[in-house]
């Protein structure tokens, strides 16, 4: 459920709703505003579980390149931004599917295809494996193995991927990607899983840890609409492209002050 709501209005005067009209341009605006805010505010899904896209600020609101993105979003369709918090992107995810929410930042996942309409990336990102400083694991590759316990958070990117992927380890699921550290710690697993940006923090934090060299997944972050709002995807993918291009993702990052992303590059015509 979300943890907070937050209401930042932008301006809706008939100027620039008549300017948004054509911004980005690739699909009409008025169809995208009519899926975006049926109930007249975009309400868009904030994911404190990946530092990388969001945090909670010194004044204990939401702040992060998925913020900037959802408040452009808005102030370009002409649109009140209701920012609705989340703790992990399983709750995300479900918050899409049960349309309780009209604009998502997720990662793209085949599974969640299902339920979601997506754009092309805006980030991308590593998934990495952490350790205890003694472990025999030196590679990634070595991690599929009877034996081991992997923490993960429960329906993150990488979740869905190791559920995949995964032939003989076992999965143990936290209840959010921030908490996979600490799971992993309390049940003397052998391996946590998760944001490459989140683990480092983690190991700075615990001590006695380490991440394992490179990455074992590569995430393509994107804006997600419930499924069947076309309308919106088709906006959206035209507004991220510009984003992109723009080097308003770059700036948000660098403000933000995130590193080890890269801004994705742009989508195939």
Not at 23 to 41: H, S
Not at 60 to 83: N, Y
Not at 185 to 213: I, S, T, Y
Request: charged letters at 20%; a positive charge.
């Amino acid at each position: 459920m979300p943890s907070r709501r937050m209401l930042c209005l932008g301006a809706a005067g008939a100027g620039l709703l008549a300017g948004c009209a054509g911004a980005p341009g690739a699909a009409p605006a008025e169809a995208a505003r009519a899926e975006l805010a049926p109930a007249g505010a975009l309400r868009a899904a904030i994911n404190y579980g990946n530092p990388i896209l969001a945090s909670r600020g010194p004044d204990g609101q939401p702040r992060g390149v998925s913020v900037d993105l959802a408040r452009e979003a808005g102030r370009r369709l002409g649109v009140p931004v209701e920012l609705v918090t989340f703790t992990s992107a399983g709750q995300v995810v479900e918050a899409v599917r049960a349309r309780k929410v009209d604009l998502a930042f997720v990662a793209i996942d085949p599974v969640r295809a299902a339920d979601t309409e997506y754009t092309a990336p805006y980030v991308i990102i590593e998934g990495a494996y952490l350790v205890k400083a003694g472990s025999p694991l030196q590679r990634n590759e070595e991690v599929d193995r009877a034996g081991i316990r992997i923490a993960v958070g429960r329906g993150s990117a990488y979740d869905l991927y190791l559920t995949r992927e995964i032939r003989q380890a076992t999965l143990v699921r936290a209840p959010t990607s921030p908490a996979v550290t600490d799971l992993f710690l309390a049940q003397n697993l052998e391996v946590a899983a998760g944001v490459k940006q989140q683990l480092e923090a983690d190991a700075r934090r615990v001590g006695g840890v380490r991440l394992l060299p490179g990455r074992f997944m590569v995430i393509e972050q994107a804006m997600g609409v419930p499924k069947g709002r076309t309308a919106a995807q088709a906006w959206l993918s035209s507004f991220i492209e510009d984003m992109k291009a723009s080097g308003f993702v770059a700036a948000a990052l660098q403000r933000h002050g995130i590193e080890g992303a890269a801004v994705a590059p742009a989508a195939r015509r």
